[in-house]
């Protein structure tokens, strides 16, 4: 019997929240703030969703949105 059952969905999803504000790369109002993982580790980044410009990059836990009790000390 496995723990986590295999999931139904065919896909995994992140969810993008709505960002106010323009791009300035191409004026867009469709911005977006999500997770990102890279070689440097997790991100919230928030991204122009046209051009894909970044307007902001910002270090995240490094388990995404689980934090290790060493971090805290």
């Known amino acids: ?5 295999r999931s139904s969905e065919p ?5 993008k929240e709505p960002v106010q504000g ?3 790369e191409c004026g867009s109002h469709n911005l977006r703030r999500y ?3 890279s070689e440097g580790g997790w991100w919230l980044v928030t ?3 046209d051009c894909l410009y970044s ?4 270090r995240w836990g490094r388990l995404g ?4 009790l060493s971090e805290t000390l």
């Open 11 to 15: 896909f995994l999803f992140v969810h």
């Open 65 to 68: 949105s689980i934090q290790l």
């Open 22 to 24: 323009q791009c300035p």
């Open 35 to 37: 997770p990102v993982l």
């Open 55 to 58: 307007l902001e990059r910002q």
């Open 1 to 5: 019997m496995s723990v986590y059952p």
């Open 47 to 49: 991204k122009c969703q």
